[in-house]
């Protein structure tokens, strides 16, 4: 069972676009919610994270909106750039939890043109 | 400052043989957490180990087996290797108990034949 529900799978913007990916939840103990980016090759690496008791933050180009209700967040990457271009995760954990796991989407993997 | 250190980089197992990967926190971390990623997919929680126990199991069979050292770091073990079981496996380390601000090291790539 796929507990945090990622889209699109691919995404295709021109440069200075603003990419904008989804994630939805099911589990509602889940209380942390971070995006990770990962280059070919590499390991992923922690881009911006979001606790539910906030809608947004902001951190440079990243933005994460959180809708609770709806059990639902999303990343948006403004003036995106060429060295942009790599796979996105979401995941997301319940931090008051006794186990430090993290549960991850499946990936979206951008493209952004020059 | 080092982040986390996977070892080997690559490597290549037959078919029913054993594997032991290794990783070493970032200095100071006491949790370290190994996860799964299939080509393609979102890495899978495998194990994580917190203070030198285990604080939580993925769903993953007997075969595959971790523990952690007094230094904090740690050693993944898998029996009995699968053709599944290629992939690559992440080490992940953090400074607390739960699962916030965890970092990933690059990976160990294992390929069975």
């Known amino acids: 069972q796929q507990q945090v529900k990622q889209s699109p799978q691919s995404l295709i913007v021109q440069k200075g676009g603003i990419p904008i990916i989804n994630c939805a939840y099911e589990?509602?103990?889940?209380?942390?919610f971070p995006w990770y980016q990962q280059f070919p090759g590499k390991g992923p690496a922690l881009l911006i994270a979001i606790r539910p008791d906030v809608s947004e933050k902001k951190e440079g180009r990243f933005t994460i909106s959180f809708n609770k209700s709806a059990k639902q967040f999303s990343l948006h990457i403004m003036d995106s750039q060429p060295g942009d271009s790599a796979t996105y995760f979401c995941?997301?954990?319940?931090?008051?939890?006794?186990?430090?796991?993290?549960?991850f989407g499946k990936g979206t993997k951008l493209s952004v043109k020059p | 400052d080092a982040g986390v250190t996977q070892s080997p980089t690559h490597l290549i197992k037959t078919r029913g043989q054993h594997v032991t990967l290794r990783c070493s926190p970032i200095s100071g971390h006491k949790s370290v957490s190994w996860y799964q990623q299939v080509l393609g997919q979102g890495p899978q929680f495998i194990f994580q180990y917190y203070e030198k126990e285990e604080r939580g199991r993925g769903n993953f069979p007997d075969r595959f087996s971790a523990r952690q050292f007094p230094n904090y770091s740690s050693e993944l073990n898998v029996n009995a290797l699968l053709l599944g079981d290629s992939a690559l496996y992440l080490c992940?380390?953090?400074?607390?108990?739960?699962?916030?601000?965890?970092?990933f090291g690059e990976g160990s790539w294992l390929t069975v034949v």
């Open positions: 992940a380390s953090s400074n607390h108990r739960g699962a916030n601000t965890i970092y």
């Open positions: 589990n509602t103990a889940f209380d942390y």
């Open positions: 995941a997301a954990s319940s931090y008051g939890g006794s186990q430090g796991n993290l549960i």
